[in-house]
């Protein structure tokens, strides 16, 4: 992926979170100007807690622009969710990604141009985040018919119009740099450009020709009706040369068409399955054993599987894939299967097979097809059906020439750098899912001893409901905040129970789930250590011995059979020769390419973060309202002089 994804979707120095200047009120008789349903004390009670100066308008407005009109107010969240969709890059959104976002309101150009005359500045390719935000506002005023102008926004900056933004959660626009001038004409990059990328075609120097439907080679201009084939110079090639050039083309079509499924790198990247793997049921009496529901959610698929049907199929994998990298499944154990220990294997299943269906080549393999869409009981299949476990290359049998110049010079290189560097990456991934498992779990703690404390404060009330001072009302109106500093209480042990849960499920089985891709490329790079030896050097000097035989013995009378016995060695020997350096060279394409994947998973990374911000704001909002409403609340309980 690109650098782009790496880009904070939050600008370091922004200043949304200011508070805005406004004086505290709790007049909850008032209505919502902008909504039929009625008062909403949550939306109503969005300030401050401490009480700031209001500046004079007068001294305010004199200055007004787009980028300052709304510094310091607490917007909804629509403002956040639609900046992410945007595709921010350095706190700036794209003109054309602004179009975009405005578009979901279905305001028309006329209106879009309005809005953007007052937002964009002249001639600029961008917008800045606070400009954004007064975009989004504007939209808001056009949808309740309000005057499209600063002063209109400046005027209503603390009761916005929420605007309505239809599909906005399914939009999702790519990340590209304002800055940079937009062209129909894609870049040319180079190989410096990304180390690791593999691109869809080989770099210049190692060039092959690339044909585009019935295209043919510059060097062959056409193909006679004879079966013929006219040269550059005129001249037409027997049929025996047609038929090789067609081969030619058959193979490099098919060796193109290899790249590029294992190598696009942002299409794989958006046609990613999610794979849902949950507990089904125990089966069986004195041994038992768990079923699993995998749920495909592209392939609409459910099937049930054991964990000895993920474990032949790990099996599988690892035989008909030995340079790929294929991640590791959650520990096998024989007894004493608790609820906490199933969980944790479901969770590792998970993270399995949806390490699996990420990666560009797995997730085609037939018997990973099979894995998820099979219906009938898996084990009667595994009996009736014996896959084809030979390695990726004797089944695909590729033409290696053309993949030689998908392989970086410097390839051994960068593997012995990730060799040092791996390991170190590893341990500190394993550190992070730790911290990060201790900062749930304290959460957790947190929810319960709220829920605690609210049973308690509902016990108390029970004891004080009736004052021992007769006609005492103060201890009554005492008690009712009791229960209103329980409820919500209460509340916001569920709003914590949420976001653990989204924790649990998000930051923290992605952080697991980088470190455990990592583990398995040191273990494929073992692999290959162990298997990707040859005799390439051996059939070298064997051949180069034989012919020197055949060129002494030939045309020597009597040493006929003794010349065409070597011949037969030195042709069987040049194959088997031809052959291993044909393995060796996908195998080196294969780790090239998984080096590029492995590269590639730091977009996820980037992706991790941003969304685990996101979460935590939401939730940070939430309980943020919820004591806010409580404030509210709490203001009616009996002050000093009521107890006199």
Known sequence: MTDDLGSPFLGTGSNYFMPESRSISFAVEEEDPWSAAGFDPVDEMRQPLTQIPAMDDDIVTEGITASNVLVGVDLPEIFDTAYIRAGPVGDRVSVDSLEVIIGLGGLGPRLFEQISSIIVPSGAMYVTRNEFNTALALVGCAQKNMDLSLMKVYQHRNDLPIPLLSNLETISIKRVNPLMPSSNKPKQQSYDDDPWRVASTPPNTNAFPTFRGDEVPTKVRSISKTRGIVEGNGTTAPDSTVAVVEDRLADKSSTQALVKASTESYQWFLDLDQITVTIAEKEGFLFTHVNYWVHSHQRQTSVRRRYSDFYWFWETLLKRYPFRVVPNLPPKKMSGKDKAFLENRCQGLSRFINCIVRHPVLKNDTEVITFLTEQTEFVAWRRAKTPNVDEEFIRLNPHTDDLEGFIPKDLDDRIEEIRKRLPQSIEKYDSLCSVMDRCIRLKEARAAEMKRYNDTLKELGNIEHVCFV??????????????????????????????????????????????????AFLQMLDRKSRLETNQISALYKKISANKAKVNQNRGVPGLESEVARLDAAIKSDSEQMIYQQRRKTYIHYCVATEASYLHKQQAFVSLLYQNFVHEQLQYARRAVDNWKALEALLCEMPKPEDFA
């Open 470 to 519: 007769p006609n005492c009302q103060a201890c009554g109106h005492v008690v009712r905040g009791y229960e209103n500093v329980g409820n919500y209480m209460n509340q916001a042990s569920t709003i914590i129970e949420t976001d653990v849960a989204s924790a649990t499920m998000g930051v923290l089985e992605n952080l697991k789930r980088h470190r455990d891709i990592s583990i």
